[in-house]
């Protein structure tokens, strides 16, 4: 692992709108022993305790709080944001190494950020990206039909034809029920490939070209998740009144990639979390809910807290290696077991200039192949200094992943180099990966996939609550799933659900 | 969850060629507190700690004992046999609620029970089976050129062209690794549904009737596994010198559900057990395995093992769930993410006698539809009493699992009278079910499956040895995996492994 820094964490900023969740603050009985399984551990009690601390995990603590119930808030690592990570590049500035991307109808996840005094800034999107396929090499503008998907002349009939067929699926997707959809079980018998396989002029070529999309958004290959799947994820690009779109999922100029957070997306977490102040609990990994008719315990590492209900707002196979008491019904373990992680390492160089913009190119560019399948200008809003960063996802993530850390990043540099034609890129006065397969509190990313017949066989256990455990986390969201909007949007439903029934 | 009796432990058979095993016993150092990171917690020191005490586990012990090493074996349920359990029908006679059949090339499994004097005795396989779908009711003989294979005149032509097709492919498939099979990246990017689909004159037929199989032999439905994975399975079926075959997998003459044995099949493990004593602890559920360049130390919740290797013989979804330090390789957890347990429920009718054989019935029966999609005589071998048993599997086990007991087996029993049309079914002595996910320490049944893209990308990681840490199980197995045999097989090959390094 390469070293990170972390961002020192910020201070509430009082007068925001949050100020209401700072009054509400509730005191936590902090005891030793008492009734405790482990005997040394300290206890607390709460209305509510939350096992997570990202975004949705810190969302449903933060509405609870305003609504004047007690919260203890669990997290296991050292740090809060679960998959937001601001990595520090000096001079006070930083460069996400997790999520990062808001964009149209991501209203969630903007309001919050505005709630807790983080702004918005526009991605940079200025000039031409590059598409590299083999020995093609084409400059290309996201302002024209296809925006970010590359005008190959061997596949632009197929990308026109399949991103409508999608969209026109999209558009109907009941996208909390996706089992309902029409064709639900034809679309849960096939992967995303047979399907393309079977609608496409050329379907090798959109399967290569499909590779980079498929690992940069959901760390893993078009042969791998259910066509199913795909569409509700398709459908999730939107709103109760903008129907999800391919276009909305995969552009930067008009979609999920257009807008990025002040100061990093990181800190919309941290000031949350300094709202809540000593209720969110770091290192405290939970083991273990027991559940009651009356209560729920939670057993952490470090402190155990008897509750009226308990949010579980970690990825589904994070769940999975929770201890719980009584059993889960088979369906909801099974479920757990059937979405896993993606596979997905974020890798960036910092520049003294983002040099790449005076040459007119956006810093993006597509190519299949590998290490890095897509990049992006990941500069800071003033742009100084400059960082490129690019995805190495899915199967590239397996094939580099494993390699010596000097040989990959040789390999990147060198394939931004080849990629721009400009040796400015070998030369980087700071290089950082982070893998996030490696994470012990990720074990992966960006988000959980759903291979074929997992959704119409299980996906009604996603979001059912279990007596008192609810479930939050982006992969329960009807809409943005996989996104920090997704997250947000799942904390603001378990919030709803537990403030109805205490 | 319906009661299940437990028969006693058996008493090692001394005279057996398993005698070695007995004056290999090494004597095992338990201490309060010493080196523990639980204080309260008893330690102790072996060469190796083995994580499960089903038949790969308790194999590989037996397998190190014998070669003079000594050994903890760590069980967290309350008896071991894992996914093998006999359940007591009265008068010293039992019925299996999980694994039992033998049959040919699975002579590891029957030369380890012949060594614990447990012998084996024909399934019962006189007269006709009944096939029901829809409204085709068919009674055939399984010494037909199909063998279990329905003689469905609309789906004739299929059945012989695609389990032709699918030995061929079988007959060079590489078992212990099928990323490099023959177009392994095609099949593994589509489903078995996917696959019929593209191979079938009928192909919604065909679906259904591979529903009640494939519900039946891994817990799922066609749309849901792979089609690498299918001839990774079926190739599986057979041995170094005889390629696996679908008739060899789905047949009880000359195929895998031949045999049983006597006795019941959990008793196999019941005498290993026994031989190897004190070493095998109950009740030991291992939370965490810790690695140094040394040893590893493998804590349960009541006792800590420290040794120089582990094995792990859990089926992959539990093996996530134990805590490594250091953390295991991405590709590891990310493989373990994806190796689902099917669902699968067993159902057993306890008659006086087993009244449908002087009707010249087998009493199997294949049927279109549920709960019970597949059905045989479970009788002991002597045949008093009779008892018919039936798979609830896939959806059958999604949809009928959460119903109330009483409606369920209301509806296993008119099924049973239904397609026999007998009504004697509907008044059983006794009635029992086991639903392998319910169980804690199983979480499905009978074995895990593989989706798509799962072989090709994380297939290595299945069997590669991390470190200290050795996999073995019966989906680590290269011939017969997800069988009593498969289990056997990964026992004797970690043993090997480990016995080169000690």
């Given amino acids: ?97 997790g999520g990062e991307f808001v964009g149209p109808t991501q209203d969630h996840i903007v309001a919050l950020a505005a709630e807790v005094g983080v702004g918005t800034f526009d991605a940079y999107d200025t000039g031409q990206n590059i598409y590299v396929n083999g020995g093609q090499r084409i400059k290309y503008s996201d302002t024209g039909l296809l925006g970010t998907a590359p005008p190959d002349p061997l596949l632009l009939v197929d990308i026109i034809k399949l991103s409508q067929q999608i969209d026109q699926m999209a558009a109907k997707f009941p996208v909390a029920t996706p089992w309902t959809a029409p064709n639900a079980a034809k679309h849960d018998s096939q992967t995303l490939a047979t399907w393309v396989r079977g609608n496409s002029l050329n379907a090798d070529g959109i399967l290569a070209l499909l590779a980079p999309f498929t690992q940069a958004l959901v760390g893993a290959e078009p042969g791998d998740v259910s066509f199913l799947f795909v569409l509700a994820y398709v459908a999730s690009a939107g709103d109760e009144t903008h129907p999800g779109t391919f276009e909305r999922l995969f552009n930067v100029r008009g979609g999920a990639q257009q807008s990025r957070l002040i100061g990093g997306s990181q800190v919309v977490s941290e000031n949350v979390a300094a709202a809540l102040g000593s209720q969110v609990h770091l290192n405290t990994p939970v083991r273990r809910i027991e559940q009651t008719a009356t209560d729920v315990t939670v057993t952490s590492d470090a402190l155990v807290v008897t509750a009226k209900h308990v949010v579980v707002a970690v990825p589904p196979a994070l769940a ?129 996939i759903a291979g074929p017949g997992t959704l119409t066989q299980y996906g009604p256990a996603l979001r059912a609550a279990v007596g008192r455990i609810h479930w939050a986390g982006t992969e329960t969201s009807d809409y943005w799933q996989g996104y920090m909007d997704g997250a947000v949007r799942s904390g603001e439903r378990v919030a709803t659900e537990i403030g109805a029934a205490l």
Avoid: C
């Fill in 1 to 97: 692992m390469t070293p990170r820094a972390r961002t020192s964490r910020r201070t509430f900023l009082a007068g925001s709108a949050g100020t209401a969740a700072v009054l509400a603050l509730p005191t936590i009985a902090t005891k030793a022993g008492a009734s405790s399984p482990t005997t040394a551990t300290p206890t607390a009690t709460a209305d509510v305790a939350v096992v997570g601390a990202g975004l949705a995990g810190l969302t449903a603590a933060r509405r609870l709080v305003a609504a004047g119930h007690s919260v203890v808030v669990l997290e296991a690592r050292d740090r809060v944001g679960g998959r937001t990570l601001n990595h520090s590049i000096g001079a006070g500035k930083v460069a996400e190494a």
């Fill in 320 to 448: 999975a290696r929770i201890d719980y008491a009584p059993l889960l019904p088979a369906a909801r373990d099974l479920l757990s077991q059937r979405l896993p992680m993606g596979a997905l390492m974020k890798v960036e160089a910092v520049y003294p200039t983002p040099f790449w913009r005076a040459d007119g190119l956006t810093g993006q560019f597509l190519t299949v192949g590998g290490p890095v399948g897509y990049s992006f200008d990941n500069s800071p809003p003033d742009g100084a200094p400059g960082v490129l960063a690019g995805f190495v996802g899915g199967v590239q993530n397996l094939t580099w992943g494993p390699r010596p850390a000097a040989a990959r990043k040789a390999a990147v540099l060198a394939q931004f180099a080849r990629i721009f034609k400009d040796d400015r890129f070998l030369s980087p006065s700071e290089y950082f990966e982070m893998d996030w397969t490696l994470e012990e509190w990720s074990r992966g990313g960006p988000t959980a």
